[in-house]
């Protein structure tokens, strides 16, 4: 019962959290020079004083700030995000498009870069200092200090102009015909550099703390207790040093997930990745007003679920977390 | 009667920034099928590194069996391989620690803790050994068994999680159980609680203690026999009445003079308290061929301060590791 409401809260808390964010972009949009008005009037080749005026009140831009902001409000609470210019559709629809590339890529570097991370930092540990230890250090050091879309024109330089392994770019391959699981196939194809690129620094995150908090956990006095228990390795490991291990990880991949969300933005150009991070770049230059601030909406509801899921992941891997005392 | 457990001529090295330190220097014991066996003597002593070495749970790569014999049911534990050891660890022969507050695990229910030793050791399956531990629960004195098995330790004080790691430590009825000071870190009442247990539990199921402790007072009432120990070396054993009526080493006087009930009844005038002045000598002087007590000792003199003193026996039983061992 007690983590229904401690859920609710939090639920109430992001809700709230996410207003206050729509209020921030929403100022600081308002804030810039110009407007959707000089944007259109520019496209159709310029317009008077009075054109100007009858656009601005067709799309309630002479209202006062404050109603416009409270309308703006009102429509995102209706699950409206406004209407794209220049894409002409509604700004939700273009977003929902886009979504499900985004977070493919995102989630997956995620899940990658956490199991790779942990299985890395749990295999050093048990041996800090054998060769493998050593590569791991050495990884997280070339995984903290290169620059994403730097790692990922290498990589595109290496597995697709000089070994010819992946595609250079884009999600699917339309010459592609066959059942699900050659679609399924050649999506891998297209996934594994940019899952790769985006994930190479949250791995080296990933690894070194687990590495850190692995070997503090395995010299506590409850895994001597488990050995004193006749229990094997392995179990002591994974069973007993793993799940106390695991508390850091997952509140650093919390934190990290917004990192991840803003690292897509560059790997989706540099990868041409048809998702939400190309959409933004080109509504920013458009200046496609509606459309950034449904996405800088939409990936500040991505980030805030995303701490949510890491706030419950949190409770069922250790009990003390929430509980009194 | 053969003894359940023989240590013979134990040596453990430590491996140290200064060189290899013996911590354990000729030791040899014995424990009965049964009885309360206890180790006494200041921290740093060697008490903690018998016990992990009959366990085999020495400090990998720091600690090792330099030579000796641990025989345990016609078994040399210290050549057994990690795979026979683990059969014995908490099986045969198990272990409570001195700081229940760290020693269970803090993400799993005390019924998973408890019940996981029985799944191991006994091939029980979950809902049988799930039912044993709350048993087991039962038994250590733990009020609502039944609601309390599902409870994580950090829900449970400390002397409520000493009774578990008893009750874990009990789980499969080992012939041994090594008690290493499991008081220390509990308030006064609670440790009168834990040590009836201790003794009550003991009774019941015929397991050998092994009580580590400096409470000497917690040693009268708890074992037969004992072994005082100092800087890694055997410095008296024997009955644990007779010891204390008339112990044969200094060393031994000393720890027994600090501990005012043991000498006199309340409604005597006290004596003064007394201290063993100085310190326990550093690893590095462990291996020397001298009373490694003598900087501390009252009745030293140059034969002390140049060769190690040899075992003395006395009737009933009583050794004592000391040229003066005569005249006291």
């Known amino acids: 019962m007690a983590i229904f409401i401690t859920i609710l809260q939090r639920v109430f808390y992001a ?34 004083a009075e054109v100007l005026e009858q656009i601005r009140k067709d799309y309630g831009l002479d209202q006062p700030f404050i109603v416009q902001l409270g309308q703006y409000i009102g429509k995102v609470l209706s699950f409206d995000l406004g209407h794209s210019f220049f894409y002409n559709q509604p700004v939700t629809s273009l977003i929902f498009e886009k979504v499900p590339a985004t977070l493919l890529l995102v989630i997956t570097a995620q899940i990658f870069a956490l199991i790779v991370g942990v299985l890395l930092g749990v295999f050093s540990a048990r041996n800090p200092n054998g060769l493998l230890s050593h590569f791991v250090t050495f990884t997280a050091l070339f995984g903290y200090a290169a620059p994403v879309f730097w790692t990922g024109i290498l990589l595109l330089i290496t597995f697709s102009l000089n070994i010819q392994m992946f595609p250079s770019g884009g999600m699917v391959d339309v010459t592609v015909e066959g059942g699900f699981f050659t679609h399924a196939w050649d999506l891998f194809k297209h996934m ?37 228990k006749g229990l094997s390795e392995n ?7 793993l799940k106390n291990s695991l508390s850091p990880v997952v509140t650093l991949a919390g934190i990290q997930f917004s990192a991840v969300v803003s690292g897509a933005v560059l790997v989706e150009a540099v990868f041409s990745w048809p998702g939400l991070g190309s959409l933004a770049l080109q509504s920013i230059i458009a200046r496609d007003t509606p459309t950034i601030l449904g996405i800088l909406f939409f990936s500040a509801l ?3 679920v995303g701490n949510l899921i890491t706030d419950m992941i949190l409770r069922l891997i250790d009990p003390r977390v929430g509980s009194k005392g | 009667m053969a003894p359940l457990l023989k240590v013979e001529n134990l040596r453990i090295e430590l491996t140290t920034r200064d060189g290899i330190a013996p911590v354990i220097d000729d030791l040899s014991l014995e424990l009965n099928a049964g009885e309360t066996l206890s180790f006494v003597g200041e921290s740093g002593c060697g008490k903690s590194m018998t016990a992990l070495a009959i366990m085999g749970l020495l400090p990998e790569k720091v600690g090792r069996i330099a030579s000796g014999t641990i025989m345990f049911g016609g078994e040399d534990l210290s050549k057994a391989s990690d795979a026979r050891l683990r059969e014995i660890r908490g099986n045969d022969i198990s272990m409570i620690f001195q700081e229940p507050m760290t020693s269970l695990n803090p993400v799993y229910t005390i019924g998973e803790q408890i019940s996981e030793v029985l799944r191991r050791h006994q091939n029980l399956g979950k ?3 799930w039912s044993k531990a709350i048993e087991l629960l039962d038994a250590v004195r733990i009020p609502n068994p039944n609601g309390r098995i599902s409870d994580y330790p950090h829900q449970m004080s400390g002397g409520q999680r000493q009774r578990v790691m008893i009750a ?161």
């Open chain 1, 15 to 48: 809700v709230m959290l996410l207003i206050a964010v729509l209020v921030l972009n929403f100022s600081m949009l308002h804030l810039a020079p110009g407007d959707i008005a000089d944007t259109i009037a520019q496209a159709s080749g310029g317009a008077d």
């Open chain 1, 192 to 228: 594994v550099l940019p899952v790769f690129t985006l994930s190479t620094i949250f791995l080296a995150l990933y690894s070194r703390l687990c590495r850190a908090s692995m070997m503090e956990v395995l010299g506590s006095d409850f895994i001597r207790t488990a050995k004193a």
């Open chain 1, 235 to 241: 179990q002591i490991v994974y069973k007993h040093a």
């Open chain 1, 302 to 304: 991505v980030v805030i």
């Open chain 2, 127 to 129: 809902t049988a050994a």
């Open chain 2, 168 to 328: 874990i430590a009990l789980a499969c009825q080992p012939k041994i159980l090594i008690a290493d000071e499991p008081t220390t870190a509990l308030d006064v009442t609670v440790q009168a609680q834990i040590f009836d247990l201790l003794r009550d539990l003991g009774r019941e199921t015929g397991t050998a203690t092994i009580l580590i402790t400096h409470d000497m007072g917690a040693v009268a009432e708890m074992a037969e026999r004992m072994i005082v120990m100092y800087a890694g070396r055997k410095a008296e054993d024997g009955p644990v009445d007779q010891i204390i009526e008339h112990p044969r080493h200094p060393y031994t006087k000393g720890l027994i003079s600090c501990v005012p009930h043991l000498v006199a009844t309340l409604t005597d005038e006290r004596p003064e308290l007394t201290e063993v002045r100085g310190i326990v000598p550093s690893l590095r002087d462990f291996g020397r061929d001298t009373c490694l007590f003598a900087s501390r000792c009252n009745l030293a003199d140059d034969k002390c301060r140049s060769k190690r003193p040899p075992e003395v026996h006395f009737k009933g039983q009583q050794n004592s590791a000391c040229w003066h061992a005569e005249q006291l």
